[in-house]
């Protein structure tokens, strides 16, 4: 089973700790439902270069868009061989026709049922050539494979997703292609999940969930049985699930710790575009304060080139962040995944400058912006990226924090994160990447306030002070005070 990788993933000399940070949960995932009697090999090549010269039985490939072509290759060269080859993922489901010209059997949408169904036909010697997801439902699966990973090779070992997809429909989202003719959002059984979170060595753990919040009831059950765990753990939201009434601090008592927030763009005509409705009229800052006054730390996604952006898109957005004390940033230039309505639209409208999918990896422009020249969205991009991480920018977030502890958090969060390249592709390639994972786990549970104290402050206090850059601002902030108020009602 193996996961390919961008060639920038796989230099000798130099390595992002991007890239070392989580498993191939998806195949660890898949390979749960073959027997334990089945010899398995699970390969990574983000962390470790490929034994292509073997003569399995069958070869397994994740596809994403960025890996598609190194996929093919791949799988090309297997199937010269007369070995067999499936494939699956995202960028499969979305380009089944180019796909299928690379291997014997391809699977559509997600694999819950259509996997094991393919196992059966393989046993009785008859596998069809394509298999589209049926039943969709997490519950009662077996449980990943996680015996079979080198858990040294990653930062983050401990991930899971407790479901799929997400009830929103944004339109450059790769998610309605991958789940489109079913269900696009379903949870797991919580007490399966809680099962499989006890059984994770150590106290961090990773949610990969697209939006771990997405079902109230669920999501409460599950915080619920947490509680107590000892866990420290990170996950990804909504605006919308930040500002829901008490669920955030359900989650800090429950271990969260960071928590990677998609807030896109700062223009509600950009969130427009996107479809993204349920961030419009929300207020940012708000959310901001309430997850700092709870000691959570935050990665912000912004997306730069929708059509309402213009090149002072730039600085304005990574100001805003920097003022408002984010810790992390994620900026992707907008791109057009094959299979979502972005792609129709800029194909329709002859915006699509190559097809390239090696470049659809949201750093390089792919189409014609409105507003800007491809070379100025890409540039402006990594400007964006070194004006948030200057040291003068870190420190200038830093100090948004009310106590010095917030603040030395930060520093060592982010600074760690983006300013020691060159000590994590060191760590890297002598892999000793897992011995700093006390030192995350350390961070992550230093530095937060206790979220009992947190609820009986009025909870803008500390961060008016902190966001407050003039007394005008002050005001202004009071002032929408009640009308957030309400809006949590
Ligand atoms: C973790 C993650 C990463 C990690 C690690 C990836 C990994 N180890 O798998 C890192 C940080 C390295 C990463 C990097 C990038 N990522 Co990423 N990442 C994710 C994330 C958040 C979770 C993936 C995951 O584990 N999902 C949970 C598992 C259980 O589901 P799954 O992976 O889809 O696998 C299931 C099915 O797809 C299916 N399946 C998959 N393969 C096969 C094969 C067969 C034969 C069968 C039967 C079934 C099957 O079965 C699996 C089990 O249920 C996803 C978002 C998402 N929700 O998927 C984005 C996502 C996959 N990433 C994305 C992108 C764009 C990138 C980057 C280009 C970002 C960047 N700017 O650098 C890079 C490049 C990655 C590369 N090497 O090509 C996009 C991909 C878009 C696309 N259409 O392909 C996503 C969807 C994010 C998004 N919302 O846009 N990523
Ligand atoms: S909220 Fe996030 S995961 Fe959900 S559809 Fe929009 S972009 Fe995709």
């Known amino acids: 089973m193996i996961l390919p990788a961008l060639t920038e993933a796989t230099g000798p000399y130099w390595r992002s700790i991007k890239y070392s940070l989580f498993p191939p949960l998806g195949l660890v995932t898949l390979a749960g439902?073959?027997?334990?009697?089945?010899?398995?090999?699970?390969?990574?090549?983000?962390?470790?270069?490929?034994?292509?010269n073997d003569d399995p039985d069958l070869v397994i490939l994740q596809v994403y868009v960025t890996s598609a072509s190194r996929a093919y290759e791949i799988a090309d060269g297997y199937r010269r061989r007369g070995v067999r080859v499936a494939m699956g993922g995202l960028h499969v489901t979305a380009c089944p026709r180019e796909a299928i010209a690379h291997a014997d059997h391809i699977?559509?949408?997600?694999?819950?049922?259509?996997?094991?169904?393919?196992?059966?036909?393989?046993?009785?010697?008859?596998?069809a050539r394509v298999y589209r997801s049926g039943v969709r439902c997490l519950r009662g699966l077996p449980s990943p494979r996680r015996d079979l990973l080198k858990r040294h090779l990653y930062l983050v070992p401990n991930t899971l997703v407790v479901s799929r997809g997400c009830p929103h429909h944004c339109n450059f989202c790769y998610k309605d292609s991958f789940f489109r003719g079913g269900k696009s959002y379903y949870t797991s059984a919580v007490d399966e999940m809680?099962?499989?979170?006890?059984?994770?060595?150590?106290?961090?753990?990773?949610f990969l969930d697209d939006h771990l919040f997405g079902d109230r009831r669920f999501i409460e059950a599950l915080l619920d049985g947490m509680r107590g765990m000892g866990r420290v753990w990170q996950a990804a939201a909504t605006v919308q699930a930040v500002l829901s009434p008490a669920l955030m601090e359900k989650a800090t008592d429950a271990g969260l710790r960071s928590l990677f927030i998609g807030f896109e763009s700062l223009s509600p005509d950009g969130l427009r575009e996107q479809g993204k409705m349920h961030n419009i009229g929300q207020d940012y800052e708000y959310a901001i304060r309430r997850l700092h006054d709870l000691g959570v730390m935050i990665n912000a996604s912004f997306v730069f080139g929708m059509d309402a952006d213009d090149a002072s898109v730039f600085d304005r957005t990574v100001d805003w962040a920097v003022r408002?004390?984010?810790?992390?940033?994620?900026?992707?230039?907008?791109?057009?995944?094959?299979?979502?309505?972005l792609y129709r639209r800029m194909e329709s409208e002859g915006r699509l400058l190559h097809h390239n999918w090696n470049l659809f990896d949201t750093r390089h422009a792919v189409y014609q912006p409105a507003r800007m020249s491809p070379e100025q969205l890409e540039k402006g991009y990594r400007h964006a990226y070194h004006e948030f991480y200057r040291w003068s920018a870190i420190l200038r977030a830093a100090t948004t924090k009310p106590r010095l502890s917030g603040m030395l958090r930060h520093l060592a969060y982010t600074g760690g994160w983006k300013k020691f390249d060159g000590l994590w592709s060191w760590i890297i390639r002598s892999q000793r990447v897992a011995r700093t994972i006390p030192l995350l786990e350390w961070i992550l549970s230093h530095g937060r306030l206790d979220s009992s104290k947190t609820r009986e402050r009025p909870l803008h206090a500390a961060s008016n002070a902190a966001l407050a850059t003039s007394p005008a601002r002050m005001r202004r902030t009071i002032k929408r005070f009640p009308e957030n108020m309400v809006r949590r009602q």
Request: glycine fraction near 10%; charge should be negative.
């Open 194 to 206: 809680l099962g499989q979170i006890e059984s994770l060595p150590g106290r961090h753990v990773f």
């Open 33 to 52: 439902h073959l027997s334990y009697g089945d010899e398995v090999v699970i390969e990574d090549e983000h962390v470790e270069p490929l034994e292509l």
């Open 107 to 127: 699977f559509l949408g997600p694999d819950d049922t259509s996997f094991p169904r393919f196992l059966a036909d393989l046993q009785d010697g008859q596998p």
């Open 324 to 341: 408002a004390g984010i810790e992390t940033a994620t900026f992707h230039i907008l791109t057009p995944y094959p299979g979502t309505s």
